[in-house]
């Protein structure tokens, strides 16, 4: 049976830092966050392990430290999953109806999205997640509970993440390294809607970007359902490298004058306005136009959100997503930004919260660390729904995403 008292531990390995969460989950569902551990990560490009042992220390690093805020031993973990090898997949599984009298059971529906599962994953992938949108009795759409309905042929409509099983495997080789189980690779998409978006507004219809520095992770929810969902491997570093060559400066200083002077929009009040960057050893300081920077920005940005857009109109989010767009990522923090993501989706923003969770404010009120949260708040959902399973129940990711 669950322990409503069991420790739930989430991990993401992110291009800029790897951040542990320990959790709790109570009696009636409800969410504490026990310590949370960070790390400067090292060997982690575009959210995707390339050094295994620098990788390796700094989880270790983030691990040890959100052991001791929590005073727990982690053992096991639900390990973030990210990178340009992430694919969603809209998939549908056709069930005919085979009983005397052609009502749909639920054993129908278990079949019917079983065989919406199978669907031509290619060889090397694996699925991440898979997650119920809605069902087709005969000529009849948009079914949230077929069961009892009757009918020739059951259709259902499932949303799948896969990923490249190599990848996968190998962050989850380096967390096992430390003797660390990982319970479930998460993509961290899934993870931050988890953390951050409520069911209100999950049911007007709402669009969640999570700006990392490696990868930008999308979702759409419309009707209580997980509509469609994505990833880019653009984020914060490719800001911080157009600002370095446009500006002819190091990538660190170029990463410093973002987040002191960085902009998403251009403001006129810069124009003519300048700013000094020390020089390194033997090189005379140089003077960036803060107009260039801010309009360098503003581009870089503006492309990214432009491809999330078009991504995004195959399932006309824009003329769904009545509570808007909200924001999470160390990108959310990024003066202007809200500014920027109006002008492009053309809908109501805001920067992301988390929701029924209680532990430090610091933590909480901070939109970088919605991905680890919401890991947790995955581990502790998915345990509940074995407890459930267990008398009887048939539970699934529906519960998580769905209505």
Do not use: W
Not at 200 to 224: C, N, P, S
Not at 279 to 304: C, F, K, Q, W, Y
Not at 332 to 351: C, K, M, N, S, Y
Not at 354 to 368: F, K
């Amino acid at each position: 049976m669950f322990d409503p008292g069991q420790v739930i531990v989430g991990l993401e390995v992110g291009t800029h830092k790897i951040c542990a969460a320990v959790g709790e989950a109570g009696p009636k569902g409800e969410l504490t966050i026990l310590g949370l551990g960070q790390c400067t990560s090292r060997g982690v490009r575009k959210g995707e392990i390339t050094d295994t042992l620098k990788a390796a220390e700094d989880i270790r690093v983030a691990l040890a430290e959100a052991e001791q805020q929590a005073n727990v031993e982690i053992q096991e973990v639900y390990l973030g999953i990210t990178g340009n090898h992430i694919f969603c997949d809209d998939s549908k599984g056709v069930h005919p109806i085979a009983s005397f009298d052609r009502t749909i059971t639920a054993e129908d529906v278990l079949d019917a999205v079983a065989n919406a599962k199978q669907f031509n994953c290619p060889a090397g992938n694996e699925v991440i997640d898979s997650v119920r949108q809605d069902y087709c009795v005969d000529d009849m759409t948009g079914i949230e509970n077929p069961v009892g309905l009757v009918g020739g042929v059951l259709t259902a409509s499932v949303h799948v993440i896969r990923g490249r099983t190599a990848r996968i495997e190998t962050a989850r080789r380096v967390v096992q390294s430390m003797q660390v189980s990982v319970a479930k690779p998460v993509f961290n998409g899934l993870a931050s809607a988890l953390a951050v978006l409520t069911p209100e507004q999950k049911r007007q219809g709402v669009i969640m970007i999570d700006l990392g520095a490696g990868a930008t992770e999308y979702t759409f929810f419309h009707g209580g359902i997980l509509r469609h969902s994505g990833v880019l491997p653009v984020g914060g570093d490719h800001v911080s490298n157009d600002l370095a060559c446009g500006l002819r400066i190091p990538i660190d200083q170029a990463e410093q004058l973002k987040r002191e002077h960085g902009c998403a929009v251009y403001e006129p009040e810069v124009k003519g306005t300048t700013h000094t960057v020390p020089g390194e050893t033997g090189l005379a300081p140089r003077i960036v136009s803060l107009e260039n920077m801010h309009r360098i920005m503003s581009m870089r940005l503006e492309e990214t959100l432009e491809l999330i857009a078009r991504d995004l109109a195959k399932s006309d989010a824009f003329g769904l997503a009545q509570a808007g767009v909200v924001l999470c990522g160390g990108g959310a923090r990024t003066r202007g930004i809200e500014t920027l993501v109006d002008r492009v989706f053309q809908l109501p923003v805001g920067r992301a919260h988390t929701h029924n969770v209680s532990g430090p404010a610091d933590v909480l009120a901070n939109p970088e660390f919605a991905t680890a949260i919401g890991l947790v708040r995955y581990g502790a959902m998915r345990l509940q729904n074995r407890s459930r399973s267990r008398f009887g129940f048939r539970a699934t990711l529906q519960s998580l995403f769905g209505r």
